[in-house]
């Protein structure tokens, strides 16, 4: 990319005050273990404070008030900027308090993209320890080497490390934040290749759990007008919010091809980025949460607003297992997967009735929750009146395909019904069901009129009511379980006293 060969040659602004000269003697070359090297601060002093007592003072002063947005959260990687403090640290020190303080890490993987070197390839320190104001940061040499012994895509090519600030700036917010000991895993990407990162993600994705924390290091946009940066950068986090490697390759190009003035990059760290949604596209709960947004034009410590850059927070968590969830009755869906569902059931609709065909979804487009295995119902309305309903309890299908399926068969085998033809699908409206999972009760009066479907089941037969089929009725609980025994499991009117009977949840998704 020319605005990324042109920002390694101008990061200046902000990022930078150190000249590109001054070269610190850091880099020893296949070194034992007892010739370690410490990895002296170059930043110090210009993008945070070398005097320690100044630099806890300035910590102190940018986590004060902080609280985590979602507390107990397990968060697995965070985005973090890299500037200088006065500029992005109140936006750093909010990606950090995400974390658990008291949270012991078996390491810390630190990955930022290189502002100085070009190669096809990343770095991993693996000569010795980080050192900043407050204190050395110790790094895990024998993970670094095994990694650079196994994979080529690795190298120990330390020089790369001597004078990037993306990684360094991050280690007094740990030393800061954590209270037990860490290790760090150092690395830096040099590529501008999108398969090269995703040869790293394959290598780091084992590592990518509970135990381990990945730090991403980035600044957003380089350098536009202050109201510019803010839609340019908007659009990128939406990007990164969708896990979804290719689309965020595309918003970039987009933001690169948009001729914005002043836009050197809208993402310095997009490789680094880019490598840690190839680790967590396929991974199931995982989560993009946005924490919170400013750019320089913010800042007391730099007025002019006609070339700024941004800086963004960003953390990923992994949700509560989703099939717990349904389990406990807590499970939701936002407003974004309702409004995919609907969608995906009238394009399934207008499809197959009129071609025959099932439309092909692209799994990577929806989010985990689309993805999780639970039933769903269908309903098709005509001028307010019931056109079809049809759902299932048990299946091993993701939800959007549940979702397809009982378009489908609510359109043409409700048996109470004519299949639907053509001329009435525009006046067809669609209800979703998003079932939990069922519960085992042995007394009606476990049933909340309104809140529980009922599910009655003998031998062969069986029969269900949703939710709302109580809120419409105004039936008691017991009218309610009879007439499902009678009218749906065929089992008369007294028949679920010696049924099984279960309870389960709905989320309702109406149009």
Same mark, same amino acid.
């Given at each position: 990319?020319?605005? *990324? ?61 902080? #609280? +985590?947005?979602?507390? /107990? ?7 973090? +900027? ?26 810390? @993987?630190?990955? /930022? ?11 991993? &320190? ?24 196994? &994979? ?20 007094? @917010? ?21 398969? =090269? ?26 350098? +536009?007008?202050?109201? !510019?940066?803010? %839609? ?18 595309? =918003? ?16 310095? /760290?997009?490789? $680094? ?19 919170? &947004? ?15 850059? /941004? ?36 394009? =399934? ?13 692209? +799994? ?8 999780? $295995? ?12 019931? *056109?079809?309903?049809?759902?299932? @309890? ?24 004519? *299949?639907? #033809?053509?001329?009435?699908?525009? %006046? ?13 009760? !042995? ?20 029969? =269900? ?17 009879? *007439? ?17 009977? &279960? ?9």
């Amino acid at each position: 990319m020319i605005c *990324r060969l042109l920002f390694l040659i101008f990061d200046v602004f902000h990022n930078s005050l150190v000249p590109f000269a001054q070269i610190i003697q850091t880099t020893v070359m296949n070194t034992s273990d007892k010739e370690l090297v410490t990895r002296e601060p170059a930043v110090a002093g210009q993008f945070y404070p070398g005097n320690p007592d100044e630099l806890r003072n300035e910590l102190d002063s940018l986590f004060e008030k902080l #609280e +985590p947005k979602s507390p /107990g959260a397990n968060v697995l990687a965070l985005i973090a +900027p890299h500037a200088g403090y006065v500029y992005s640290g109140y936006i750093a020190a909010e990606s950090f308090v995400q974390i658990d303080p008291e949270k012991e890490y078996d390491n810390i @993987f630190l990955i /930022g993209s290189s502002h100085r070197m070009m190669f096809d390839g990343a770095s991993i &320190y693996t000569c010795g320890n980080f050192k900043t104001p407050l204190g050395i940061v110790h790094v895990n040499i024998a993970l670094a080497k095994e990694l650079t012994s196994n &994979y080529s895509v690795f190298t120990t090519q330390n020089d790369a490390h001597a004078q990037e600030h993306s990684l360094e700036v991050q280690l007094p @917010f740990l030393q800061h934040h954590l209270k037990k000991p860490f290790r760090i895993v150092p690395i830096i990407i040099a590529t501008q290749h999108a398969a =090269t990162c995703r040869k790293i993600a394959e290598a780091l994705k084992p590592y990518f759990n509970s135990s381990n924390l990945f730090i991403i290091s980035t600044d957003f946009s380089h350098y +536009p007008a202050y109201e !510019v940066a803010k %839609k340019v950068d908007t659009a990128t986090a939406n990007a990164i919010q969708q896990n979804n490697p290719e689309l965020l390759l595309l =918003t970039l190009k987009k933001n690169e091809q948009a001729g914005v003035a002043g836009l050197l990059t809208s993402l310095c /760290g997009w490789t $680094s980025v880019l490598t840690l949604e190839y680790i967590t596209e396929d991974m199931p709960g995982m989560a993009y949460k946005f924490i919170d &947004y400013r750019n320089s034009g913010d800042t007391r410590y730099y007025s002019d607003k006609s070339r700024v850059v /941004g800086y963004c927070s960003l953390v990923v968590i992994q949700e509560m297992k989703l099939q717990e969830e349904l389990r406990e009755n807590v499970f939701e869906l936002q407003s974004g997967d309702q409004e995919a569902l609907t969608r995906i059931a009238h394009e =399934t609709l207008e499809s197959y009735i009129n071609q025959g065909i099932v439309p092909e979804i692209d +799994p990577k487009s929806l989010t985990s929750r689309l993805l999780i $295995s639970t039933g769903a119902f269908v309903s098709l309305y005509m001028n307010g009146k019931l *056109r079809g309903c049809i759902g299932k @309890f048990q299946t091993d299908e993701p939800l959007y395909k549940v979702v397809q399926e009982m378009t489908i068969s609510s359109a043409t085998h409700d048996h109470r019904f004519s *299949r639907v #033809e053509k001329h009435e699908i525009p %006046k067809i409206s669609i209800e979703i069901s998003v079932l939990t999972l069922l519960k085992r009760i !042995v007394s009606i009066d476990e049933i909340q009129l309104g809140r529980h479907g009922i599910y009655i089941k003998k031998g062969s037969s069986s029969g =269900t009511y949703l939710p709302q089929v109580a809120r419409n009725t105004g039936w008691t609980v017991e009218e309610f379980v009879s *007439r499902c025994s009678r009218d749906k499991a065929g089992l008369g009117p007294e028949g679920w006293r010696n049924a099984e009977l &279960y309870t389960y949840e709905a989320i309702i998704i109406k149009e």
